[in-house]
């Protein structure tokens, strides 16, 4: 199985820019499609953004369009989240997930390995 690890959380202002990383090993990452989650506190874990398997379709939440990238490099067995132009509601636990499954993966339960986390904290 693979193992996921999460990394490049802060605390930034608003307006800022990060970098999250989501490091795999394990296994080869090409064939599992990944997904970034967040969950803020009392909230429920929500899909960020996800690339596909294969040849890396992405699709993002409305939350995200236009400000988050989703990239994936295989060769380097990573998969980024660039979030640019942060907002206080960006503020949340962000989550490296995995799946070998293909499809519409939008819900946290088709998601079968994860990171462990990494703060992501927008200030005012």
């Known amino acids: 199985q693979v193992q996921l690890v999460e990394s490049g959380g802060g605390l930034v202002q608003v307006g800022d820019s990060l970098r999250l990383s989501c490091a795999a090993s394990g296994r080869p990452f090409s064939p599992y499609a990944v997904g970034w989650f967040r969950q803020a506190p009392g909230k429920e874990r929500d899909l960020v953004a996800r690339?596909?398997?294969?040849?890396?379709?992405?699709h993002y939440a409305d939350s995200a369009k236009g400000r988050f990238t989703i990239s994936r490099d295989n060769t380097k067995n990573t998969v980024s989240l660039q979030m640019n132009s942060l907002k206080p509601e960006d503020t949340a636990i962000y989550y490296c997930?995995?799946?070998?499954?293909?499809?519409?993966?939008?819900?946290?339960?088709?998601?079968?390995?994860w990171g462990q986390g990494t703060q992501v904290t927008v200030s005012s």
């Open positions: 690339v596909s398997k294969g040849v890396g379709h992405t």
């Open positions: 997930a995995a799946t070998t499954r293909a499809g519409i993966l939008t819900t946290p339960g088709m998601y079968d390995y």
